[in-house]
């Protein structure tokens, strides 16, 4: 398991976790809690989207090392309920100096595909990510 590099709240709350970020792709693992299921007892369809939205943010991040990206648009195709331990792989596709699309899959225990989705991010370069980091340690510490 890796570390993420910035502190994001809600991925915490969830206990998403970093097993692959490298040349265009990443990988992140999950199992929801009872808190995070829907009414059928498996994972609620906006665990599984913010799973894959912060997969694919990583894959394009991965592309331009210490950037941020934030999502401009994502669709998402749901196909199976997400049962158990997930796991979404991402990819970039084609990117810009600005812009970044790439393409997610979530994964159940079995290794069944349970959804797909496809997004477009905006980078945010390294300077601007630097700034808010210290800018965020600068409030903690008053």
Same mark, same amino acid.
């Given at each position: 398991?890796?570390?993420?590099? *910035?502190? =994001?709240?809600? !991925?915490?709350? %969830?206990?998403?976790?970093?097993?692959?970020?490298?040349?265009? +792709?990443?990988? &992140?693992? @999950?199992?929801?809690?009872? +808190?995070? %299921?829907?009414? @059928? +007892?498996?994972?609620?369809?906006?665990?599984?989207?913010?799973?894959?939205? !912060? $997969?694919?943010?990583?894959?394009?991040?991965?592309? =331009?090392?210490?950037?941020?990206? *934030? $999502?401009?648009?994502?669709? $998402?195709?749901?196909?199976?309920?997400?049962?158990?331990? /997930?796991?979404?792989?991402?990819?970039? /596709?084609?990117?810009?100096?600005?812009?970044?699309?790439?393409?997610?899959? &979530? @994964?159940? +225990?079995?290794?069944?595909?349970?959804?797909?989705?496809?997004?477009?991010?905006? @980078? *945010?370069?390294?300077? !601007? *990510?630097?700034?808010?980091?210290?800018?965020?340690?600068? =409030?903690?510490?008053?």
């Amino acid at each position: 398991m890796l570390p993420f590099e *910035v502190e =994001i709240p809600f !991925v915490s709350h %969830l206990g998403f976790s970093l097993h692959r970020w490298e040349d265009g +792709e990443a990988e &992140l693992h @999950y199992r929801a809690r009872p +808190e995070h %299921l829907n009414s @059928y +007892e498996v994972t609620h369809g906006g665990a599984s989207m913010t799973l894959l939205d !912060v $997969t694919m943010a990583h894959a394009a991040r991965s592309a =331009i090392p210490g950037s941020g990206a *934030v $999502t401009i648009e994502m669709k $998402t195709s749901f196909m199976a309920p997400a049962k158990g331990a /997930l796991v979404a792989k991402g990819k970039l /596709l084609s990117r810009s100096s600005r812009m970044a699309f790439c393409e997610a899959w &979530l @994964y159940d +225990e079995q290794g069944a595909l349970c959804s797909h989705a496809t997004g477009t991010f905006k @980078y *945010v370069m390294p300077e !601007v *990510v630097q700034s808010l980091q210290a800018a965020k340690k600068q =409030i903690k510490t008053d």
